[in-house]
Antibody, heavy 114, light 108 residues
């Protein structure tokens, strides 16, 4: 059984960066392809990007290209999502999820406020 | 890539059936049998209910079913129960992913 445990809530100022972690257990990170999805307060789900095993590359939603970086540390089975140049509209719950979106982390609230 | 189109809300009485539509284009929903559906209760992470248009993961009730015609996928919930009240999202996943805007299901 896959379990995804994310890092805790963050409060950031506009212009700063945030890095959210997602620790995998039950499987190794190399067996999974991790994706990231966010949800602004009262809004719907928004896909940010993830690893495409067919191409062997991480693909990003066009909206976030240049501002988001998704990385992995296979030694600790931890995936990371870093979002830079934060603005108030980035306030959201950020989720990690496996490729088939069949397993999800518990979510990490990122609040961007001056 | 534009979000898939879902109705903002649907409702039904216990025991009834409801259907939620999800309309995309020939480039996403219409091109591949790679449409999934998610149920989300307030404050919780989404839960996979249907994948590859009509397949149910282990543990998901057979009251949930999916189908597709052309550029529109559909989720049907039969025998509505109070616990089905939630937000539902469709997703097209061929390489990049795109979600629908979500549908709030109210069980009257």
């Amino acid at each position: 059984q896959v379990q995804l445990v994310q890092s805790g809530a963050e409060v950031k100022k506009p212009g700063a960066s945030v890095k959210v972690s997602c620790k995998v257990s039950g499987y190794t990170l190399t067996e999974l392809s991790m994706h990231w999805v966010r949800q602004a307060p009262g809004k719907g789900l928004e896909w940010m990007g993830g690893f495409d095993p067919e191409d062997g590359e991480t693909i990003y939603a066009q909206k976030f290209q240049g501002r988001v970086t998704m990385t992995e540390d296979t030694s600790t089975d931890t995936a990371y999502m870093e979002l830079s140049s934060l603005r108030s509209e980035d306030t959201a719950v950020y989720y990690c999820a496996t490729e088939a979106f069949d397993y999800w982390g518990q979510g990490t609230l990122v609040t961007v406020s001056s | 890539q534009s979000a898939l189109t879902q109705p903002a809300s649907v409702s039904g009485s216990p025991g009834q059936s409801i259907t939620i539509s999800c309309t995309g284009t020939s480039s996403d929903v219409g091109s591949y049998n790679l449409v999934s559906w998610y149920q989300q209760h307030p404050g919780k992470a989404p839960k996979l209910m249907i994948y590859e248009v009509s397949k149910r993961p282990s543990g998901v009730s057979n009251r949930f079913s999916g189908s597709k015609s052309g550029n529109t996928a559909s989720l049907t919930i039969s025998g509505l129960q109070a616990e089905d009240e939630a937000d539902y999202y469709c997703c097209s996943y061929a390489g990049s992913r795109v979600f629908g805007g979500g549908t709030k299901l109210t069980v009257l």
